[in-house]
Antibody, heavy 119, light 106 residues
């Protein structure tokens, strides 16, 4: 059974860097693409960025180049860094697996972790 | 690519037939997914591509459409179906979602 678990600080100060890790169990991180998605309280879903084990990565231009997505194959984990955060970055952050078939819909999700940007 | 869902919310009764639409700002072929999200939970993939339900998804859920206009239909609403539904396009990056449709109990 494939499981994803997000971890990281629940509070980040404005202008600092948000750092989260997604630990993958039940599947090899080298076999799939992986994404981060966020959801501000009471609002909709926003795709943040993806990574492949080779290091291929892309992120949402709406985040103005503040995003870095990294992979650690030795730990079967991938991570998110979002710098220069503001209150607008307060959200539940999810990690998700891209389905192997087709264009990679997100078939497995973590439970999500709430991150608040606050001084 | 912008996705516009309608309605934003609806009230329905158990047993009702419910239809949610998703319109893309440009042709996305059949590269559209539907997700269900219940309060406090992560989204769950229901349908991808536009008209193919995933294994284990109840048969009352169906999807249709191609190009720019898509539909998610729940043929007979069940208590566990009260949730928010999102469409997502997988035609190009950045991946985008519709704003969501909340299905509430009448």
């Amino acid at each position: 059974q494939v499981q994803l678990q997000e971890s990281g600080p629940g509070v980040v100060k404005p202008s600092e860097t948000l750092s989260l890790t997604c630990s993958v169990s039940g599947a090899s991180i080298s076999s799939y693409f992986w994404s981060w998605v966020r959801q501000p309280p009471g609002k909709g879903l926003e795709w943040i960025g993806y990574i492949y084990h080779t290091g291929i990565t892309d992120s949402n231009p709406s985040l103005n180049s503040r995003v870095t997505v990294l992979v650690d194959t030795s730990k079967n984990q991938f991570s998110l860094r979002l710098n220069s955060v503001t209150a607008a970055d307060t959200a539940i952050y999810y990690c998700a697996r891209h389905r192997a078939e087709g264009r990679g819909a997100f078939d497995i999700w973590g439970r999500g972790t709430m991150v608040a940007v606050s001084s | 690519i912008q996705l516009t869902q309608s309605p934003s919310s609806l009230s329905a009764s158990v047993g009702d037939r419910v239809t949610i639409t998703c319109r893309a700002s440009q042709d996305i072929n059949s590269y559209l997914a539907w997700y269900q999200q219940t309060p406090g939970k992560a989204p769950k993939l229901l349908i991808y591509p536009a008209s193919t339900s995933l294994s284990g998804v109840p048969s009352r859920f169906s999807g249709s459409g191609s190009g720019t206009d898509f539909t998610l239909t729940i043929s007979s609403l069940q208590p566990e179906d009260f949730a928010t539904y999102y469409c997502q396009q997988l035609s190009s990056y950045p991946r985008t979602f519709g704003q969501g449709t909340k299905v509430e109990i009448k």
